[in-house]
């Protein structure tokens, strides 16, 4: 089992940065992609961005030039940058990752989540 922790989460002013990050532990698993989703009060969790083991990265263009994904495989670990925060950035942050346990199986995790809050 791989287990996923973050931290980093706040409160913020707009306009104001934070990073954010999510360990990985456990044993016998080999990461493909890391990503980060949020989840806004009363709506569906979505996708934010994504980086592979070979460090392609991806964003949902709600976050392109503000947000930067970026991972220290050597530490199973997956940070957000987020820059430029607006009201709309608030909601609870989720890091995921899959990829493969013991050379078998595949394997899906996710963390605990991390609140984000933009306010003045």
Same mark, same amino acid.
């Given at each position: ?5 973050e931290?980093g +989460?706040g409160l913020v *002013? ?6 954010l990050?999510c360990?990985?532990s +456990? !044993? +016998? ?8 989703y ?6 569906q969790r979505?996708?934010v961005?994504t980086?592979t ?9 709600s976050v392109?030039?503000?947000f930067?994904i !970026?991972r220290?495989s050597a530490k199973?670990?997956?940070?957000? *940058?987020?820059? !430029? ?5 608030t909601a609870v942050?989720?890091?995921?990752a899959?990829?493969?346990l013991?050379?078998?199986t595949?394997? +899906?995790?996710?963390g605990?989540g991390t *609140?984000v809050?933009? !306010?003045s």
């Amino acid at each position: 089992q791989v287990q996923l922790v973050e931290s980093g +989460g706040g409160l913020v *002013q707009p306009g104001g940065s934070l990073r954010l990050s999510c360990a990985a532990s +456990g !044993s +016998g698993f080999k990461i493909n992609v890391m990503a980060w989703y949020r989840q806004a009060p009363g709506k569906q969790r979505d996708l934010v961005a994504t980086v592979t083991s070979g460090g392609s990265t991806n964003y949902a263009d709600s976050v392109k030039g503000r947000f930067t994904i !970026s991972r220290d495989s050597a530490k199973n670990t997956v940070y957000l *940058q987020m820059n !430029s925060l607006k009201p709309e950035d608030t909601a609870v942050y989720y890091c995921n990752a899959v990829g493969i346990l013991f050379g078998a199986t595949t394997f +899906g995790s996710w963390g605990q989540g991390t *609140q984000v809050t933009v !306010s003045s």
